[in-house]
Nanobody
């Protein structure tokens, strides 16, 4: 399993970012996929998941601002993040499990003015 996240960066509060996760080494289209994040000094937090058919679930605190999606033809997972807040600052990971045991190296998202 290989997962490579990209798309992070520095953004002002209220801004948007789109994260990508390139997957390889396993049948991506058949996997339930997750996004998790880890804020400075905090534990790993589950963000969202999408099943092979495209059904999505979100952490209650993030509903309406984040959108998870996937392109099975490209073996790629996405996370569109809108109306970003300073508290969204974290390293974001894609994973094949909800606990993040099998995850990529992460991409840093910093929300700051």
């Amino acid at each position: 399993v290989q997962l490579v996240e990209s798309g992070g960066g520095l953004v002002q509060p209220g801004g948007s970012l789109r994260l990508s996760c390139a997957a390889s080494g396993f049948p991506f289209s058949r996997y339930l996929m997750h996004w998790l994040r880890q804020a400075p000094g905090k534990g790993l937090e589950w963000v969202s998941q999408i099943d092979p058919s495209g059904s999505t679930y979100y952490a209650d605190s993030l509903k309406g601002r984040f959108t998870i999606s996937r392109d099975n033809a490209k073996n790629t997972l996405y996370l569109q993040m809108n109306s970003l807040k300073t508290e969204d600052t974290a390293v974001y990971y894609c994973a094949t499990d909800g606990s993040g045991h099998e995850r990529g190296q992460g991409t840093q998202v910093t929300v700051s003015s």
